[in-house]
């Protein structure tokens, strides 16, 4: 439950629109193409969001900033 509450503050910090791809394609398992289509973005957008909201997730856990 700790761990759940700590990646849920640490993704709240997340932009918008990294929230949203992350919710798309982990929250409802789409595609990176899917995950375009529904965000009016191309796939290499999707993928450059998606790999920056991960990085940022880790240095956010990693610090321990979410708690």
Do not use: D
Not at 24 to 39: P, S
Not at 43 to 48: I, L, Q, S, T, Y
Request: hydrophobic share 40%; proline share 3%; no cysteine.
């Amino acid at each position: 439950a700790q761990e759940r509450a700590a990646l849920q503050g640490a993704v709240e910090q997340l932009t918008p629109e990294q929230q949203e791809v992350l919710a798309l394609r982990f929250g409802e398992g789409l595609k990176t193409r899917q995950v375009a289509q529904v965000l009016n973005k191309t796939p290499g957008a999707v993928e450059g969001l998606q790999r920056r909201a991960l990085a940022s997730l880790r240095r956010i856990l990693s610090k321990g900033e979410s708690a």
